[in-house]
């Protein structure tokens, strides 16, 4: 019986670990992945904005804050509420734009430039461990 209890605690661990909201990515792996960003986004010293903002310190950045870029209404609305980019958040968004930012606002009517996404979780996670690279926390 305890064994068959400890199994069953193991399993369970081993479950909510592998099934976490964010998973740990490969920062090499997530430079070769931003070269799908590259078209819209620049990253690093003297990045300048293009059709997106310029993401170096993005994660841990409060959203809409990047100087000089002009931000959707929507986008700027989200930003006003003082919510800052972490690794979950940047993940969901990278998900689905659009369906995040009308979630966050709750208005169905929400737009954000950025129609791209990354539908693979790997791809998102490794892209995130590319941008956490670019942080002032790291």
């Known amino acids: 019986m305890i064994q068959k209890s ?3 605690a193991a399993f369970l661990s081993l479950s909510a670990f592998s099934n ?3 998973a740990e990515g490969d920062a090499a792996a997530g430079e070769k992945v931003f070269k799908k960003c590259a078209a819209c986004h620049t990253i690093g010293e003297g ?7 310029v993401l170096t310190g993005v994660v841990g950045r409060k959203t809409a804050s990047f100087e000089g ?13 003082g919510m800052v980019w972490d690794e979950e958040s940047i993940a969901e968004f990278l998900t ?8 966050k606002l709750d ?7 950025m129609s791209f996404r990354l539908k693979k979780e790997d791809d998102r996670a490794n892209i995130i461990a590319y941008l ?6 790291e």
């Open 6 to 8: 400890l199994a069953i």
């Open 20 to 22: 976490s909201a964010f």
């Open 47 to 53: 990045a300048k904005n293009r059709v997106g903002p």
């Open 69 to 81: 870029y002009k931000y959707s209404k929507s986008m700027t609305a989200l930003g006003e509420t």
């Open 96 to 103: 689905n734009p659009k369906k995040y930012l009308r979630a």
């Open 107 to 113: 208005d169905k009517k929400a737009k954000t430039k």
């Open 132 to 137: 956490k690279t670019f942080s002032k926390s």
